[in-house]
Nanobody, 118 residues
Framework: QVQLVESGGGLVQPGGSLRLACVVS????????MGWYRQAPGKQRELVAT???????NYADSVKGRFTISRDNTKNTVYLQMDSLKPDDTAVYYC????????????WGQGTQVTVSS
């Protein structure tokens, strides 16, 4: 199993920026897809962005052009750069990794709060 620790959340005004980071430790063998999801109060958890081991990215339509996902395999870290933040971006953001060795395993971080408000 692996452990995921998110950081970088906080309170920001509309139009501001934040950068989230997720450090993965433990048994990192077989990690392929890494990504970010978010969940607002009273709503379902939704995909924000993913990045594969080869560097291919995928974004939700609501964040395209504003968010950028990246990964540093040397540091076992995935980042989410968030620009032009809107109040609708307010949510708990969760890091997710998919790991395939003898089986497919999905691991989640504890989440970090992002609040966009004036």
């Amino acid at each position: 199993q692996v452990q995921l620790v998110e950081s970088g959340g906080g309170l920001v005004q509309p139009g501001g920026s934040l950068r989230l980071a997720c450090v993965v430790s433990g048994n990192i063998f077989g990690i392929n897809v890494m990504g970010w999801y978010r969940q607002a109060p009273g709503k379902q958890r939704e995909l924000v962005a993913t990045v594969t081991s080869g560097g291919s990215t995928n974004y939700a339509d609501s964040v395209k052009g504003r968010f950028t996902i990246s990964r540093d395999n040397t540091k076992n870290t995935v980042y989410l750069q968030m620009d032009s933040l809107k109040p609708d971006d307010t949510a708990v953001y969760y890091c997710k990794v998919e790991q395939r060795t003898w089986d497919l395993t999905v691991s989640w971080g504890q989440g970090t709060q992002v609040t966009v408000s004036s």
